[in-house]
């Protein structure tokens, strides 16, 4: 039987008990709601975050620093243009070393394992130690991707991941030695798997022609993204930059983030290295974390429909709609500005930021580029008189991010999936961190406020309203 007439089939038995499902429902939000109240007098941080936004404490990690605010003379903390750092190196000094002159991926995927600046014959054996990995096991393209597949790329992502414990020989073996092993063959699959998922998304439910190329040994992993997924396998030095640098910079982004977090979380746990970056995969799938690049796209689609002509006047009249709840998707938001941790700037979306001139001129797309500085500058200054804010505005790697993978003509069910083809190098990092130096299970509490009540027999009990 086709995939989709078992679909059909959980369709028709979830339609009938449809109305007993919403009746349970609602039985059920009324059992979960706790008084907003007793989270301020149990003193408990919401999202693990204080007041003011700052993270709370609850590991050291050697791997990544983010830097937000800096202290004044009185030892006042101010707002300060962002910093991140990858094992102590200024992000900016690494992209300024390598963009150029060789690819940076690889690169910072060492340096996030291994805490060293490769020499060249390190990198070299290091970039041959990937190519050598990534083939998936014979048939698994045939037997795992392109059956019942999905239509999401992360969901297909995550599937393929777990799939691929069956393919090995020490699975469940959590030695630094073998989960380093492991590692290494994620960091260099997760392109194919990525991209496969999306040839056979393609064929099954958009009737695009399918086609599969095999991966080449000499080209990095920006290069054989960009190969794999366009059927005439051409690209520009340029484009294959330009993805390269978007990969380094998602590469890591310290230990609080939502996913790097359950990496440490579910690796305490004792549990195999697919388990762990399956559950990391669930959480970068959330629109509140990998999935904000494709919102900022789709604002800036429904943008373009609404002020064509790109008029500064009426660009400012929309974002305040925006703002005011009355226009996109009527959240107030207006996505790609702020960050949850930055206060000045994005660092990554500086940088970024550069490269998208220098695409968009190849692209011929500078008219497009220009009406996202001034959106960025727009909104910057509306949010700033609408919003009762305690550090400044500013860009976010999403907001090029996804205007690049645009203009590099990536499908769009991939951008988040690509932030996983990246961020892997950091999970792997800090799963291999906290085998080393953990030890416990990472269990925070949980303050109980229900009230204790009476056993009532079957016989005693009235119907729930």
Known sequence: MHYTDLRDQIIAKFSKYSQDIMELSKMASKSDIINPKLYEKYDVKRGLRDI??????????????????????????????????????????LVKGAIGRRFAFEEATYLLLFGLLPSKVHLDRFCEILADFRALPPSFV???????????????????????????PKPDDVSKKNVLRQSLQLIAQFPLLTVYSQKAYSY???????FIHKPKKEFSTAENILHMLRED??????????????LVLHAEHGGGNNSTFTTHVVTSSGTDTYS?????????????????????????????AHVPDFDRGKLKDYLAKMLDKEAFDRSGLIYGMGHAVYSLSDPRADILQTFAEKLAIEKHMEEEYAMRTDVAKIAAELIAEKRKIYKGVSPNVDFFSGFVYDMLDLPRELYTPFFAVSRISGWSAHRLEEITNGGKIIRPAYQAVA???????????????
Request: charged residues 30%.
């Open 52 to 93: 003011n936004g700052n993270g709370v404490v609850c590991g050291l990690t050697e791997i990544s620093e983010i830097i937000a605010f800096g202290k004044d003379e009185e030892g006042n903390k101010i707002p300060v243009d962002g910093q991140l750092y990858y094992r102590g190196y200024s992000i900016r000094d």
């Open 142 to 168: 045939r037997d795992i991707i392109m059956k019942a597949p999905s239509r999401d790329m992360m969901n297909m992502l995550a599937r393929s991941v777990l799939s691929l414990y069956s393919y090995d």
């Open 204 to 210: 099954y439910h958009s009737d695009a022609s399918l």
């Open 233 to 246: 396998s051409k690209f520009t030095e340029l484009e294959s930059q330009v993805l390269d640098l978007c």
């Open 276 to 304: 762990s970056v399956a559950a990391s995969l669930g959480s970068l799938k959330g629109p509140k974390h990998g999935g904000a690049n494709i919102k900022v796209c789709e604002m800036f689609d429904s943008i373009k």
């Open 451 to 465: 009230k204790r009540r009476n056993y009532i027999p079957m016989e005693e009990r009235t119907e729930m309203e």
